[in-house]
């Protein structure tokens, strides 16, 4: 069993839909759970990151972590076409990252 | 400049060249990280450097070799490469505690997208 399991897409949706995007994870040694996103020839760029059971907001995106369930969600509200990009989520234990294999997002105009 | 910088960010090279990779963190931090990025895969960890000194390797087959001559840079060193080597690799960038445990979320480089042929 990965590590770290999220669902590859492709994700198309109309601009101004809400997206969700998920991952489940085995090891509940996880402390950090984060969310980067990944445009096109670029590296990946840190989103959000959450340490607790909960949700945390930063503007239209809001990060969600049950830690009973080992699962993570990233919402995107009101989504433009600049969201469009690859999601990864990663948590960590120790020193290391694991990383989900990302969901490639595409938002319509 | 801020955050990591990885050069260069494009290279060809053959089965037979030797070439490296080159990284540098401007964020203070005191480990850094070597990842393999390939089509539909996760993100494969290669290796970790805490304060110069490597803590992990993970696996990865001798034709590549790290070096971390301080905390603020790395390098990959490439030699008799194979085609399946072609990838993005990214260089990342975190702090660790003197516990040995993340005290924050990992920075990332652009990447160098690499062509072996």
């Known amino acids: 069993q990965k590590e770290v399991e999220q669902d590859p897409g492709p994700l198309s949706v109309p601009e101004g839909a809400i997206v969700s995007l998920n991952c489940t994870y085995s090891?509940?040694?996880?402390?950090?759970f984060m969310w980067y996103r990944q445009y096109s020839r670029k590296g990946p760029e840190l989103l959000m990151y959450?340490?607790?059971?909960g949700n945390k907001e930063d503007g239209r995106f809001t990060a969600q972590v049950d830690k009973s369930s080992k699962y993570i969600s990233l919402f995107i509200r009101d989504s433009q076409p600049s969201d469009s990009a690859t999601y990864l989520c990663?948590?960590?234990?120790?020193?290391?990252?694991?990383f989900g294999t990302g969901t490639s997002l595409t938002v319509i105009p | 400049e801020t955050g990591v910088t990885q050069t260069p960010r494009h290279l060809v090279m053959g089965m037979t060249n030797k070439k490296s990779l080159k990284c540098e963190q401007h964020?203070?931090?005191?480990?850094m990280y070597w990842y393999k990025q390939s089509a539909k895969k996760p993100l494969e960890l290669m290796f970790v450097?805490?304060?110069?000194?490597?803590?992990e390797n993970n696996s990865v087959p001798s034709r590549f070799s790290p070096e971390c001559p301080n905390s603020s840079h790395l390098f990959l060193h490439l030699h008799t490469l194979q085609p399946e080597d072609s990838a993005l690799y990214l260089c990342?960038?975190?702090?660790?505690?003197?516990?040995?445990?993340?005290?924050?979320?990992?920075?990332f480089g652009q990447g160098t997208r690499l062509t072996v042929v």
């Open positions: 990342a960038s975190s702090h660790v505690g003197t516990g040995g445990a993340v005290l924050v979320e990992a920075f």
């Open positions: 090891n509940s040694a996880f402390q950090y």
């Open positions: 959450t340490y607790s059971s």
């Open positions: 990663a948590m960590n234990t120790g020193n290391q990252f694991y």
């Open positions: 964020l203070g931090h005191n480990a």
């Open positions: 450097y805490n304060f110069k000194e490597q803590t």
